[in-house]
């Protein structure tokens, strides 16, 4: 009993470095995307240009469509965000959730084809 206990935990201890490793990697992305402007892209280092896109955000049951200004690559397409955005993103999100739409301009009904 005491061996699979050891051995347990030798492979708990395994999965926790790895997952660890991969939260750091996604905290460095991260706050790199904070200090943005980049010159090139994160990504495949496309070059980047500014432009006006269509961001869908979730929040519990809630969809929100919203046009906001991101740092676009040209080669693979992949979107950077102010902080600012991020934030407002962050904010919407938590409406949707709690339901508080009373703002929000109805676009019309969704459904899910199952």
Do not use: D, W
């Not at 896109?53 to 906001?68: C, D, F, P, W, Y």
Request: net charge positive; aromatic share 8%.
């Amino acid at each position: 009993m005491a061996e699979y206990r050891i051995e347990f935990l030798k492979t708990a201890k395994k999965e926790l470095a790895k997952l660890l490793e991969k939260g750091f990697k996604l905290l460095i992305k991260y706050k790199l995307l904070l200090m943005m402007p980049f010159e090139k892209c994160l990504v495949c280092g496309g070059e980047l240009i500014e432009k006006k896109v269509t961001k869908l955000l979730r929040g519990g049951v809630n969809i929100a469509s919203i046009s906001v200004t991101a740092e676009v690559c040209l080669s693979c397409g992949e979107r950077l965000y102010s902080q600012e955005t991020v934030r407002h993103f962050a904010a919407l999100r938590a409406k949707l959730k709690r339901g508080e739409t009373q703002e929000f301009q109805l676009l019309g009904q969704s459904f899910e084809i199952v």
